[in-house]
Antibody, heavy 118, light 112 residues
Framework: EVQLVESGGDLVQPGRSLRLSCAASGFTFGDFAVSWFRQAPGKGLEWVGFIRAKFYGETTEYAASVKGRFTISRDDSKSVAYLQMSSLKIEDTAVYYC?????????WGQGTLVTVSP | DVVMTQTPLSSPVTLGQPASISCRSSQSLVHRDGDTYLSWLHQRPGQSPRLLIYKISNRFSGVPDRFSGSGAGTDFTLKITRVEAEDVGVYYCMQSTHFPWTFGQGTTVEVK
């Protein structure tokens, strides 16, 4: 069974950093891209960023709202993707989800809550 | 950025009756590889989103056949032939043809 489990969410102050993890199982992790999404409380879904598979250079794409502050990486040997978040803002408060991506964003995890508050 | 516009934003339905949601994009979603990366997702209250339809009309594994997607270019539709109680929640269209990927505002389906 394909499964992705997000972790690392926490309550942090504005300006601080946090790293989220996305642990995958049930498929060949290295063959797929990984994307991160988020959902602020009571709001809709927002795409955060994307990392291609190693075959495609592990290159990344980011939403303008996080570009320069967030970095996505992956460790295929551990089947884990990471979302390194720095210079966090109050508006980054959201549940963060990761998905595998092979032409479609499937297998959403339960998400991990990041709260940015003074 | 590609703007995705869903209509209606709220859809009160009677169980057993059909429902339809429209999604329009501000530019063509045909990728240079020839595919159209338009997906539909469903989020039940308090749950994570789940993929229903990908590439316009392909049902994801385990999705009941009462769900169907159609459309082309900039106009897309999700149809539910007979709404069941478990279908309530918010439906989103999402394009992953152009970066940044973007979502529609969401359509809330609720039972009358």
């Amino acid at each position: 069974e394909v499964q992705l489990v997000e972790s690392g969410g926490d309550l942090v102050q504005p300006g601080r950093s946090l790293r989220l993890s996305c642990a995958a199982s049930g498929f060949t992790f290295g063959d797929f891209a990984v994307s991160w999404f988020r959902q602020a409380p009571g709001k809709g879904l927002e795409w955060v960023g994307f990392i291609r598979a190693k075959f495609y250079g592990e290159t990344t794409e980011y939403a303008a709202s996080v570009k320069g502050r967030f970095t996505i990486s992956r460790d295929d040997s551990k089947s884990v993707a990471y979302l390194q978040m720095s210079s966090l803002k109050i508006e980054d408060t959201a549940v963060y989800y990761c998905t595998k991506y092979g032409g479609m964003a499937d297998s959403w995890g339960q998400g991990t809550l990041v709260t940015v508050s003074p | 950025d590609v703007v995705m516009t869903q209509t209606p934003l709220s859809s009160p339905v009677t169980l057993g009756q059909p429902a339809s949601i429209s999604c329009r994009s501000s530019q063509s979603l045909v990728h240079r590889d020839g595919d159209t990366y338009l997906s539909w997702l469903h989020q039940r209250p308090g749950q994570s989103p789940r993929l229903l339809i990908y590439k316009i009309s392909n049902r994801f594994s385990g999705v009941p056949d009462r769900f169907s997607g159609s459309g082309a270019g900039t106009d897309f539709t999700l149809k539910i032939t007979r709404v069941e109680a478990e279908d309530v929640g918010v439906y989103y269209c999402m394009q992953s043809t152009h970066f940044p990927w973007t979502f529609g505002q969401g359509t809330t389906v609720e039972v009358k």
